[in-house]
């Protein structure tokens, strides 16, 4: 663990998890405060990949150069058909975030829904770990999704539980547009 007293530090690891919605959208609000201050931001999206929400289309317009995202999922994991697939996508994905998150090149990285390829056993945790540990000093973290690993938990700096009260869906009410993606 970093010996530094906690107010020299430079960087921090947060984590939005629980089962409300917003933790993406937590992540997102980070992201635009952070570009305020002349940050790169990198977002790289574990489980989005099959439509263009609206912050692609609003990083793309407002933040081009400075706030990268990159949808590499297959949709909902959990209505998915073909596990292996999710598996090998979510491995690829990694493998960009962890490039990205050792580069240097951005002052945040956010992973979106990286806790659900946990949780399914997709990526390791070690590896995870291991990256969010050895990134360089700058480098600030912000891991999205639900049921976040202990181990995660324990790593980080900032830890936020978004917890639903009530939800349009329960009442039948399909994503909106503009609200949800």
Not at 47 to 59: C, D, F, L, N
């Amino acid at each position: 663990m970093d010996e530094k007293p906690r107010r020299e530090r430079k960087n921090l690891v947060i984590i939005n998890t629980g089962n409300g919605k917003g933790k993406t959208t937590a992540a997102l609000g980070t992201a635009f405060r952070a570009m305020g201050h002349g940050w790169r931001v990198c977002m790289v999206q574990f489980i989005k990949g099959k439509w263009k929400p609206g912050e692609v289309r609003m990083a793309q317009k407002l933040a081009p150069g400075q706030f990268e995202i990159i949808p590499m999922g297959e949709g909902f994991t959990w209505e998915s058909e073909d596990l292996d697939k999710d598996k090998a996508t979510a491995q690829k994905a990694w493998g960009i975030a962890k490039a990205k998150l050792l580069s240097g090149d951005y002052q945040l990285v956010i992973l979106d829904e990286i806790t659900y390829t946990i949780s399914y056993n997709f990526l390791d945790l070690d590896d995870i770990l291991e990256a969010v540990r050895n990134r360089p000093s700058h480098v600030n973290v912000i891991l999205t999704g639900r049921r976040a690993h202990p181990a995660l938990v324990e790593l980080a700096d900032l830890v936020s539980e978004v917890q639903e009260v009530k939800h349009p869906y329960r009442q039948g009410i399909l994503a909106q547009v503009g609200i949800e993606y």
